[in-house]
Every structure is written in structure tokens, then in C-alpha cells.
């Protein structure tokens, strides 16, 4: 069996997934180790891709080990966030962990959760909640309109015997003056590329970064009906009001979009590490 | 009168999976209401929708509407807020279908055309295809057309006209 390190952050930074360096090291030590000693700052990307990945991994057998970040509050956070407790079973948590009051934070935050389709339902009234407390009611509900599409694209597409996972954080902006909200969700499916090539319209499709390109065009869909506005919509949905940032990425592809009127600006870059599935990070940021 | 409740207040609604099922609660309400009923579709609560939702939901039903695969004298959407109605119009608008709000009897969706002839068909109230075309100065199958349309939508309803009066048949169209 291979022998993985997961280093989550080779020089001390902050939301290490968010910028990309995911690295995968051979080591000796057996099984699946993600190490966050060195993490400064998880973004909600952070959280739902590492509850992805380990559980992708442990699938095939893998032990997974977490060793825990240095910074007590650090760990906290990872610890209040729910990820420890939607790690695989069995897995390893190396380090310390203060007894803290747990404080109820539903209108800023939601918890790494199991998203399914039995768990729609709850992860819309969560989402929403956030989203409406922390935005008001206008913003709120067209945050809700877009990033709802991510929700239907894990559950719909990206669906395995794992699922997906999904968290959200809002920020305040008291230093942006924007109001933000981040979702992330990362699924344990077949990913953007292998999805789009269900449809024979799009079976010239060969590599990760040509089919996140054509997903994010309107009517483009791994089904034959005429849909496809997905992707889209969570981009533009808000793009009037709210500056709407959108990083994908599956197989060996990722996207960087960010839209607000008329400006578009749209990246595409190859990544060393593949990601099974897919894991998006969505983040609208409207005026304070 | 049939009105279908949505959801709970307070509700946010995505998947096309939980659109569909709750097309199905519709559909089955829809048969278990006799001969084709007045359909009040009522968004009271609903905070949020996807569009993906929109379109399984709405978008599908219009769609067996248009079949004839369910069954209503009229259909019309109420409740819906500000955000739930740009959903609704942006959904229909692509499928080039649209859609009568109750409380203020306007179209949402594809309305390029329909506006004027609904709100000519509402001064006229009750009326045969030939007074419709003179009214607004086109021809007769363009007033057909539009007429066959506004039906599909459930914002007419169309009889059989008492007797032709050129041979064939003809229709009463009325608001429901």
C-alpha cells in the first residue's frame, strides 16, 4: 500500500487548500497523515476538503492520522468546527485539545456536515439561516439563490457512497466593510470530468481543466435534458450587488472565477495533486 | 379550488431532486381534486429557491400542463416575494414558458409578446379569437397562436364556442 503525507501547510500561511497547496508526500510512515501542526488560519475550503479527502482515502483501507495545529485556537476552531468529529472512524488525532464551552454560533457559521440527500432538507435551513442573519433578508436570500446550486450539484452529480461535505462561515468585514459569506462543498464523486462526459455532446471532452471551462458555460450538463445553468447561476445570481468568488477543482483542474458587474475575471491552472471528486469554495461579498 | 401550499414559512428550497418530488406531491393533489380545478400555487414562506429547483418544480409541471398530463382550469402563482419571483421568472423565461401571478394578474417568464394580448383578453373578458385578433390588429392564427399559448399557461380557460360560425370548430376563451 502507498504511503501518503499530507502537508497542509509546508510554510506557515493561512488557508493552505484555498491558495492551492495541497501536497502529497511519500513517507515512510504508513496510512494517510494530514498535518497541520503549522496551520495559522482554515478557510471553510480547508475543513470540507480535508473531510473529503481523508474519507476518500479511508475507503480503500487507509489509516488516517491528524496531527493538530500548534496555535491552541487554531485547534479549537477545527475542533468547534465539527471536522474532528467527521473524520473517518478510527482516525488518529495527534495533539492537544482545550475542554471549551461549546457557544451556539448557528447565524455565523455552520459545522462541517455530511451533506446527502436525506440531509438537504436541514443543510438549506442552516445555510439560509446564516445567510439571512448575517446578510439581512434581500442579500441573504440571492446569496441563498446561488451558492443552493453548489448544494444540488454535490448531491446530484457528485454523489458516492461517502458524500459530500459542506461548511460555511460569514465574516463580519468590520476591516473590509463587506459583508462576506464563504460555503464550501467537497464531494466524493465522479468529478466535473466524468460527469460531463455522461452526455455525448460532450464526450470530446479528455482533461479536468477543458471540462471545468465548459462547466461554467450555460446549458452544459453531464444529463441530455436542456439544463446546465448551475455553475453559472452561482456566479452571476448576485454579480449585480455582491462581488461572487468561486474556486473549483477536480481531477488535475482548477478554476479561479470572481464576477461583480461587469468585471469577469476567470483562471485556469493545472494542479499537481488530483482530487477525486470535486471540491468548490464560494465566497459573495456584499456591501457592509 | 385547489391551493397548493409550497412550504413551511421560512423555507430555502434547492435541489432538482426535492424540486421534483415536490411536483409530484402537486401532481397527486392535482388528481385527487376532481375535474380540472383553479390551481393557486402558494410560495407563502418560501424564502429562497434555486433556479434548479424552479425548473423541476414549475418548469416540468408547465410542461405537463402543456401535454395535458395533469389538469387545470387555471393556475396561478401567489405569495411569491422579491427574490422567489425573479427565480420563477428567470426559470421560465429560459424554458420560453411563463406564468400568471395571482395577486396582480401579470406575467412572469417569457413575456415578450404575452403582455399585451393578456391584458387585452382581461378587458375583453369573455371572447372568440376573432375579436382578440381585431382588438389588437394582428391575424387571427397569430391570436390563436398566442391564445393556445395563455391556455397552456393556465390563464385561460377555452370552451367550445356555442355554434361556428364558419363551419369548423370555434372556442370562448374566458378568464378564469
Same mark, same amino acid.
Given at each position: 500500500?502507498?504511503?501518503?503525507?499530507?502537508?497542509?501547510?509546508?510554510?506557515?500561511?493561512?488557508?493552505?487548500?484555498?491558495?492551492?497547496?495541497?501536497?502529497?508526500?511519500?513517507?515512510?510512515?504508513?496510512?494517510?497523515?494530514?498535518?497541520?501542526?503549522?496551520?495559522?488560519?482554515?478557510?471553510?475550503?480547508?475543513?470540507?476538503?480535508?473531510?473529503?479527502?481523508?474519507?476518500?482515502?479511508?475507503?480503500?483501507?487507509?489509516?488516517?492520522?491528524?496531527?493538530?495545529?500548534?496555535?491552541?485556537?487554531?485547534?479549537?476552531?477545527?475542533?468547534?468546527?465539527?471536522?474532528?468529529?467527521?473524520?473517518?472512524?478510527?482516525?488518529?488525532?495527534?495533539?492537544?485539545?482545550?475542554?471549551?464551552?461549546?457557544?451556539?454560533?448557528?447565524?455565523?457559521?455552520?459545522?462541517?456536515?455530511?451533506?446527502?440527500?436525506?440531509?438537504?432538507?436541514?443543510?438549506?435551513?442552516?445555510?439560509?439561516?446564516?445567510?439571512? #442573519?448575517?446578510?439581512?433578508?434581500?442579500?441573504?436570500?440571492?446569496?441563498?439563490?446561488?451558492?443552493?446550486?453548489?448544494?444540488?450539484?454535490?448531491?446530484?452529480?457528485?454523489?458516492?457512497?461517502?458524500?459530500?461535505?459542506?461548511?460555511?462561515?460569514?465574516?463580519?468585514?468590520?476591516?473590509?466593510?463587506?459583508?462576506?459569506?464563504?460555503?464550501?462543498?467537497?464531494?466524493?464523486?465522479?468529478?466535473?470530468?466524468?460527469?460531463?462526459?455522461?452526455?455525448?455532446?460532450?464526450?470530446?471532452?479528455?482533461? #479536468?481543466?477543458?471540462?471545468?471551462?465548459?462547466?461554467?458555460?450555460?446549458?452544459?450538463?453531464?444529463?441530455?435534458?436542456?439544463?446546465?445553468?448551475?455553475?453559472?447561476?452561482?456566479?452571476?445570481?448576485?454579480?449585480?450587488?455582491?462581488?461572487?468568488?468561486?474556486?473549483?477543482? #477536480?481531477?488535475?483542474?482548477?478554476?479561479?472565477?470572481?464576477?461583480?458587474?461587469?468585471?469577469?475575471?476567470?483562471?485556469?491552472?493545472?494542479?499537481?495533486?488530483?482530487?477525486?471528486?470535486?471540491?468548490?469554495?464560494?465566497?459573495?461579498?456584499?456591501?457592509? | 379550488?385547489?391551493?397548493?401550499?409550497?412550504?413551511?414559512?421560512?423555507?430555502?428550497?434547492?435541489?432538482?431532486?426535492?424540486?421534483?418530488?415536490?411536483?409530484?406531491?402537486?401532481?397527486?393533489?392535482?388528481?385527487?381534486?376532481?375535474?380540472?380545478?383553479?390551481?393557486?400555487?402558494?410560495?407563502?414562506?418560501?424564502?429562497?429557491?434555486?433556479?434548479?429547483?424552479?425548473?423541476?418544480?414549475?418548469?416540468?409541471?408547465?410542461?405537463?400542463?402543456?401535454?395535458?398530463?395533469?389538469?387545470?382550469?387555471?393556475?396561478?402563482?401567489?405569495?411569491?416575494?422579491?427574490?422567489?419571483?425573479?427565480?420563477?421568472?428567470?426559470?421560465?423565461?429560459?424554458?420560453?414558458?411563463?406564468?400568471?401571478?395571482?395577486?396582480?394578474?401579470?406575467?412572469?417568464?417569457?413575456?415578450?409578446?404575452?403582455?399585451?394580448?393578456?391584458?387585452?383578453?382581461?378587458?375583453?373578458?369573455?371572447?372568440?379569437?376573432?375579436?382578440?385578433?381585431?382588438?389588437?390588429?394582428?391575424?387571427?392564427?397569430?391570436?390563436?397562436?398566442?391564445?393556445?399559448?395563455?391556455?397552456?399557461?393556465?390563464?385561460?380557460?377555452?370552451?367550445?364556442?356555442?355554434?361556428?360560425?364558419?363551419?369548423?370548430?370555434?372556442?370562448?376563451?374566458?378568464?378564469?
Amino acid at each position: 500500500m502507498a504511503c501518503w503525507c499530507v502537508v497542509l501547510l509546508e510554510l506557515p500561511g493561512r488557508h493552505p487548500l484555498l491558495r492551492g497547496t495541497l501536497r502529497l508526500q511519500e513517507t515512510a510512515r504508513p496510512g494517510l497523515t494530514v498535518d497541520a501542526r503549522h496551520l495559522e488560519f482554515a478557510s471553510p475550503l480547508d475543513l470540507a476538503a480535508v473531510a473529503a479527502l481523508t474519507h476518500t482515502h479511508a475507503a480503500s483501507g487507509t489509516e488516517i492520522a491528524l496531527l493538530l495545529p500548534e496555535r491552541r485556537g487554531v485547534a479549537s476552531y477545527l475542533q468547534r468546527m465539527d471536522l474532528l468529529k467527521h473524520l473517518p472512524d478510527g482516525s488518529r488525532i495527534v495533539g492537544s485539545l482545550s475542554e471549551g464551552e461549546r457557544n451556539d454560533h448557528s447565524a455565523s457559521l455552520l459545522e462541517v456536515t455530511r451533506l446527502t440527500g436525506a440531509a438537504v432538507r436541514d443543510v438549506n435551513q442552516r445555510i439560509g439561516f446564516v445567510a439571512t #442573519s448575517h446578510l439581512g433578508k434581500r442579500f441573504g436570500r440571492q446569496a441563498f439563490t446561488g451558492l443552493g446550486e453548489l448544494i444540488d450539484n454535490a448531491v446530484s452529480h457528485g454523489t458516492s457512497e461517502l458524500g459530500a461535505f459542506i461548511t460555511a462561515q460569514a465574516y463580519s468585514g468590520r476591516t473590509t466593510g463587506r459583508r462576506r459569506l464563504e460555503v464550501s462543498v467537497c464531494d466524493t464523486g465522479v468529478g466535473v470530468l466524468n460527469h460531463l462526459r455522461r452526455n455525448q455532446q460532450h464526450s470530446d471532452v479528455t482533461d #479536468s481543466i477543458h471540462a471545468l471551462e465548459r462547466a461554467l458555460s450555460p446549458r452544459v450538463s453531464g444529463t441530455d435534458e436542456d439544463r446546465g445553468y448551475g455553475l453559472p447561476d452561482v456566479l452571476d445570481g448576485v454579480r449585480e450587488t455582491a462581488i461572487t468568488s468561486l474556486i473549483l477543482r #477536480s481531477g488535475d483542474g482548477a478554476v479561479t472565477a470572481s464576477h461583480y458587474r461587469e468585471h469577469a475575471f476567470t483562471s485556469y491552472r493545472r494542479i499537481p495533486e488530483r482530487v477525486a471528486g470535486t471540491w468548490a469554495w464560494l465566497r459573495v461579498s456584499f456591501p457592509g | 379550488m385547489l391551493t397548493f401550499p409550497v412550504s413551511k414559512p421560512g423555507t430555502f428550497l434547492s435541489t432538482r431532486g426535492t424540486g421534483a418530488h415536490k411536483r409530484r406531491e402537486l401532481e397527486t393533489a392535482l388528481n385527487s381534486a376532481g375535474p380540472a380545478p383553479v390551481l393557486e400555487i402558494d410560495f407563502t414562506g418560501t424564502e429562497a429557491m434555486t433556479h434548479s429547483f424552479v425548473d423541476e418544480f414549475l418548469g416540468k409541471l408547465y410542461v405537463s400542463l402543456s401535454a395535458g398530463d395533469v389538469q387545470a382550469a387555471a393556475v396561478r402563482l401567489i405569495g411569491l416575494n422579491e427574490e422567489t419571483r425573479e427565480s420563477v421568472a428567470v426559470c421560465l423565461e429560459r424554458r420560453k414558458q411563463f406564468a400568471v401571478q395571482g395577486e396582480d394578474h401579470t406575467l412572469l417568464g417569457d413575456t415578450t409578446v404575452m403582455p399585451d394580448t393578456y391584458a387585452q383578453a382581461r378587458r375583453l373578458g369573455t371572447f372568440r379569437a376573432q375579436e382578440l385578433a381585431e382588438a389588437l390588429g394582428i391575424s387571427v392564427t397569430n391570436a390563436n397562436n398566442r391564445l393556445k399559448r395563455l391556455v397552456q399557461a393556465g390563464a385561460l380557460s377555452r370552451n367550445r364556442a356555442p355554434g361556428p360560425e364558419r363551419g369548423g370548430k370555434e372556442f370562448m376563451y374566458t378568464l378564469p
